[in-house]
């Protein structure tokens, strides 16, 4: 198996499966792309407390945006393409657990906490837009296979505490018979305190797979179940951050997932040459919100600040007219600094994928082929609420009983403040695909595949049905023909060049089509305006490069080059940190870079490796879009700064979050049978905010603070892991060894509070227009301090 994070080695052979369904591998040396994967012995020598975490730490290109504050909702980036939980991201990442699409209907999110890194036998990451793993992937695809009782035999109990209170415990069982059939089970249990103020998670998985192989079938069937209750509090403004970084913003802000997924693998031979293969599956996801935020329509008004005579000193906030407004209905909208807001999102999704692989000659020459369709289905149901209130000393907010439901909330701008959402959407995937890798000699090797995919998406909006002004109510319908081709050559032994082109493709979701109306923009994940149609994203991949490393060598090494063209990209146009906006196409948008790694064993038991990635991220095409935030917008130029107002993206402005550098360094030392240590380093280059898409925001130290990019970092991690005795296994780990202050990503907002964090709804006087300006700041995700894990593992 290789090492998590390096190049494939060409002095063994690496299979991976040429689509998500398991059933038809081909060697990695076939495979026009730098294709990398990792076992569960890996990850468990990694001791990663999550996957997000190990991926961001041992594979190449890609780094990890902790846009939501938890670390078990993480933003994946991987050349510049997306697989986020938070709804509004660009997703551009399709990733499957044993054949099964984890992308959900609701926006293409992906729930890092529903995925049970302990149940992980094997993971490939697959670059580019390859056009078999089906819709969303973009810019790559990350495929998951779990464990069976035949692979992984034996018990395993394990236990680990650590800092910011955190404590675990992970089970483990698998075995089979002599009769063929398998059986395995885990389980996994965290709940830890956090490092921010009011920041306690709660993880709990359970995977059990049950099956049988004979010389001919193998059957599997399996049922995954998580809860989990997830604290992540964002963005914290930049100056706050220099005060206290474990501060928030405003609070709580809390996320609860349930899942089920049933899932159902067929593999059967059907003589030399024939495989037939597929699964099915049937998905439940509940997702409930509660979230409180600062309430951007009070921002600028007259609100009723108390003097030194009524108690002032405690009581530093405006709750006073904003609890008289609710009680008389009076635009308490405007006059309350605070809102709760929750969510219930109901996902169900169902499929089925069959596929017929042969392996034998094809228009006489030798090859790898495969042929298949698939068919999902998918519903989803999606309610919002909103509740007005007062944000008090310690950042959380009070409700009083004003609801945005058009009636106790009073109205705000003369309409009646209403914020209900009732939005229910269902999904049609029907896809077809084929691929065959052609042997045109020993050491030339010719891909061809292609898919096309026919969805249709249907809105129903429960409040405001029939379509019209502010109705949801919408159908669409996507089709397209994706094509790839490549080209491996191995013109000397050790030595191999590659070169492929494919594209993919998404369809926008439910959440896309509800939001996107630039005249009513909604608040995500909480409000939804309009459904005007948008164009599904075309993404056109080229990459080329080669590799080397040969039997008995101690080095391997590869360097490639790639280019991602997005047509019609979709583009979620933010102006604040709380996130209103509207999705739009964007014309263009290109991810391009260089990839190097280097891999050696210079002694026995000692392996180290680095990989560096230079990435180019950037816009194509002009535009225009709102730029509150940014001290660069058109209103800002006229004279009149800390208003709304638009900027102006050229073709070269970078896209937001990406960092230009990459680098990663790993080394790992056994030191005989029992001890063993490990170390690596995670490093970036700064990147630009979001809401400074054209690059041009600059702070004036009064409307506009802070520098409208996140600064560049190094972590370093270390482990070691002591064996004294057979079955038993003691272990630590200390991440972010020099404890250093970083931030994983910046967007620039409207901030609500003073140098002293006393709230400020009116921070300057009225402009010649009559407009209130705001202060506007750099908000930023702080990245985790150091921390300490200590755990025991007993095997038997």
């Keep these: 198996m290789a090492t998590a994070g390096t190049q494939v080695q ?69 050349r510049g393409f997306t697989a ?5 991201s660009q997703q551009g990442l399709s990733v499957y657990l044993d054949g099964v699409r984890l992308n959900q209907p609701f926006g293409d999110v992906v729930s890092w906490d529903l995925i049970p890194k302990a149940a992980i036998a094997r993971l490939t990451l697959d670059p580019g837009s390859n056009p078999l793993f089906g819709l969303n992937t973009l810019g790559g695809a990350l495929t998951l296979q779990t464990k069976d009782g035949a692979s992984h035999p034996g018990t395993s109990i394990q236990l680990l505490a650590g800092s910011h209170g955190r404590v675990a415990v992970e089970f483990e069982h698998g075995g089979s018979s002599a009769g063929g059939n398998h059986w395995y089970v885990t389980g996994h249990r965290l709940h830890e305190a956090g490092w921010r103020a009011d920041s306690p998670s709660g993880v709990s998985q359970l995977l059990a797979k049950l099956g049988r192989r004979d010389g001919t079938t193998d059957l599997a069937l399996t049922a995954a179940l998580a809860a989990t209750r997830l604290h992540g509090n964002g963005l914290q403004e930049q100056a706050q951050l220099e005060q206290d970084r474990a501060s928030v913003y405003t609070r709580p802000d809390v996320t609860r997932n349930r899942s089920l997924l049933l899932g159902l693998a067929l593999s059967r031979s059907l003589g030399a040459r024939w495989t037939l293969s597929g699964n099915a599956h049937a998905r439940l996801i509940h997702t409930r919100t509660f979230n409180g935020d600062l309430n951007d329509d009070a921002l600028g008004q007259s609100l009723y600040q108390p003097d030194a005579g009524e108690d002032a000193a405690n009581t530093p906030f405006p709750q006073r007219r904003c609890i008289a407004q609710a009680l008389l209905q009076d635009e308490p909208a405007e006059a309350c600094n605070g809102v709760l807001r929750r969510t219930l999102t109901r996902q169900g999704d169902q499929g089925l994928g069959l596929q017929l692989g042969y392996d034998g000659p094809l228009f006489g020459i030798q090859s790898q082929s495969l042929v298949g369709a698939s068919a999902d289905f998918s519903r989803s149901h999606f309610t919002q609420g909103s509740e007005l209130g007062y944000v008090n000393a310690d950042r959380s907010i009070t409700g009083v009983g004003a609801f945005g439901d058009g009636v106790s909330g009073g109205s705000l701008d003369g309409e009646p403040y209403d914020t209900r959402v009732d939005l229910s959407g269902r999904t049609r995937t029907l896809s077809a695909f084929a691929s065959t890798v052609l042997d045109l000699d020993a050491a030339t090797h010719l891909n061809l595949s292609g898919r096309y995919n026919h969805t249709r998406l249907r809105n129903r909006d429960a409040l405001r049905p029939g379509g019209g002004p502010g109705s949801l109510d919408g159908d669409q319908r996507f089709s397209r023909l994706n094509p790839a081709l490549g080209l491996t050559w191995a013109p000397a032994p050790g030595l191999q060049l590659w070169a492929g082109a494919n594209q993919g493709s998404r369809a926008p979701s439910s959440i896309e089509l509800g939001c996107a109306d630039p005249a009513h923009p909604c608040k995500l994940p909480n409000a939804f305006a309009g459904d005007p149609p948008l164009r599904q994203v075309v993404t056109t991949t080229l990459e080329a490069g080669l590799r080397g490393g040969a039997p008995g060598q101690a080095l391997s090494w590869s360097l490639g080059v790639f280019r991602s063209d997005n047509r019609d990209d979709l583009l979620f146009v933010a102006d604040d940190a709380a996130g209103f906006g509207y999705f739009k196409n964007f014309g263009r948008t290109r991810r391009q870079g260089v990839e190097l790694s280097l891999n050696a064993r210079p002694a026995a038991g000692l392996s180290a490796g680095a990989d560096l990635t230079l990435l180019d991220a950037t816009y194509r095409t002009a535009e225009v879009v709102n730029g509150a935030s940014n001290s660069s917008n058109d209103a800002a130029a006229a004279g009149l700064p800390g208003v709304d107002g638009r900027i102006e993206i050229r073709p070269g402005d970078r896209i937001p979050l ?8 790993h080394a790992d030392l056994d030191l005989g049978d029992a001890w063993s240590l490990g170390a690596d380093t995670v490093a970036t280059s700064g990147a630009t905010a979001r809401g400074n898409e054209n690059g041009r925001h600059r702070p004036d130290g009064a409307y506009y603070l802070g520098p409208g990019r996140s ?37 620039l907002g409207p901030t609500g509070f003073d140098a002293a964090g006393r709230f400020q709804g009116q921070p300057f006087a009225a402009n010649a227009n009559g407009d209130r300006p705001l202060r506007h700041a750099t908000f930023l995700a702080p990245g985790a301090p150091r921390s300490v894990q200590l755990g025991a593992r007993i095997a038997f």
């Design 10 to 78: 060409l002095d063994r052979v690496e299979i991976v499966g040429l689509s998500p369904v398991a059933g038809v591998d081909v060697a990695a040396e076939r495979v026009p792309a730098r294709v990398q994967t990792a076992s569960a012995a890996d990850l468990e020598r990694s001791q990663a407390l999550d996957l997000g975490s190990f991926l961001n730490r041992r594979l190449a290109s890609v780094h990890l945006n902790e846009v939501q504050g938890n670390p078990w909702q993480p933003d994946l980036n991987f």
């Design 84 to 88: 986020s939980p938070l709804l509004g």
């Design 658 to 665: 990406v960092p230009r550098r990459l680098l990663k360094l």
């Design 711 to 747: 600064a560049g970092y190094a972590v370093v991690n270390l482990n070691a892991a002591w064996k004294p005795a057979k079955g038993w296994k003691l272990f630590a780990q200390v991440s972010n060894l020099f404890d250093r202050a970083y931030s994983s990503a910046a967007q």
